[in-house]
């Protein structure tokens, strides 16, 4: 089945440590997506990707790190820089570039909180 | 600044009955409208897409309107199930020079009870 695979599901992070989230997919989409889920907020993009080795900060895009080496892998580094981690991670992908507007396929999530 | 507002912010509602979400936006230059289906713990999943041109689009026992004049879009859902207990999120698309952005509203959390 085509889709979109978040990995872990739940995460801890202490204090001053980096962590990755790993966000896989099958669908040979171009672009990919970090969005940052808070209660009662809408999603805040983080990154974004239309095309292997190229990525734009989103409008959060402090204390987090991306690369897009592999059209399929999209992973985020949440560093020590990131004050707040604490949230609900979702990955997306499209199959046009960032300017289409196609409907966003998302995965699952990672639920990351600092202990 | 581009804004989606929805409400309730939550709702709980007994199985069978009908309920209404609302979506109210201040997106421009707009291009179209979603709803998303989120179940806890879970991503996302597109319910329906609304353009400029279409008034209202029903898919299964949801139906979504939108009046573009208004800026306003609401989800109704007929004889609700106990699977429809989830968030609904509301995001609108603009179309700019910057590319294709998209705001997300906060989402309805709907609980329906037996």
């Known amino acids: 089945d085509g889709g979109i695979t978040q990995s872990p599901k739940y995460l801890f992070r202490k204090e001053g440590q980096n962590v990755t989230l790993s966000c896989e997919q099958n669908?040979?989409?171009?672009?990919m997506y970090w969005y940052r889920q808070d209660p009662g907020q809408g999603l805040r993009l983080i990154y974004y990707?239309?095309?292997?080795?190229?990525?734009q900060k989103g409008d959060i895009a402090e204390g987090y790190s991306v690369s897009r080496e592999k059209k399929e892998s999209f992973p985020l580094t949440v560093t020590s820089a990131q004050k707040n981690p604490t949230a609900f991670y979702l990955c997306?992908?499209?199959?046009?570039?960032?300017?289409?507007?196609?409907?966003?396929?998302f995965g699952s999530g990672t639920r990351l909180t600092v202990v | 600044k581009n804004q989606v507002e929805q409400s309730p912010q939550s709702l709980i509602i007994l199985e069978g009955k009908n309920c209404t979400l609302q979506?109210?936006?201040?997106?421009?230059?707009?291009?179209?409208l979603r709803w998303y289906k989120q179940d806890t713990g879970r991503g996302p999943v597109s319910l329906t897409i609304m353009t400029f041109s279409e008034n209202t689009k029903s898919n299964g026992r949801y139906t979504a309107t939108l009046d573009a004049d208004t800026k306003q879009s609401s989800l109704h859902i007929t004889a609700s199930q106990l699977s429809d207990s989830a968030s609904y999120i509301c995001?609108?698309?603009?179309?700019?020079?910057?590319?294709?952005?998209?705001?997300f509203g906060g989402g309805t959390r709907l609980m329906v009870k037996p």
């Open positions: 669908l040979n989409h171009d672009a």
């Open positions: 995001v609108v698309s603009a179309n700019n020079n910057a590319g294709n952005m998209l705001t």
């Open positions: 997306a992908s499209s199959m046009g570039a960032f300017r289409d507007s196609q409907s966003r396929t």
């Open positions: 990707s239309q095309i292997v080795n190229d990525f």
């Open positions: 979506c109210n936006y201040t997106v421009s230059p707009f291009s179209n």
